[in-house]
């Protein structure tokens, strides 16, 4: 299946490793095979994996985007989840589906469920703080 990408003037994209940086116009392509691929708003730098959730975050990316390490970060992933479950457990089922979906290796899904993890634990950061 193909999937139809439209860049901004200026916008980054990775594609398989791969940055790519749109120029001064909006551009449109199809990718035709199957890909990694992150638009920019959705790339952590790892020095901004700051909270737990950020950090799972940061792993699944890598095992996303990088398949030769993928089982090192999925590991430091499962160990991170069962830190989050006992730090948190009122996200214990939000965690569990996340577990579900990396076990199907479907990291895109995993990556978006973890954005609304990090949606939540931001919540409870600011009553916390």
Known sequence: MSLKIVLKPDEKIIINQAVIINGKTKTEFIVENKS???????????????????????????????????????????????????????????????????????FYKALKDCQKLISVEEEILKNVC
Do not use: V, W
């Not at 095992?63 to 457990?89: C, G, M, R, V, W």
């Open 36 to 106: 990694a691929i992150l638009r920019k708003k959705d790339i952590l730098k790892e020095e901004d994996a700051i909270t737990p959730c950020k950090g799972l975050y940061y792993l699944l990316q890598m095992a996303y985007l990088f398949p030769e390490s993928e089982d090192i970060n999925l590991n430091l992933a499962h160990q991170l989840i069962e830190d989050i479950k006992i730090a948190a457990p009122s996200l214990s089922a939000q965690i569990l589906h996340i577990s579900l979906t990396l076990n199907e290796k479907n």
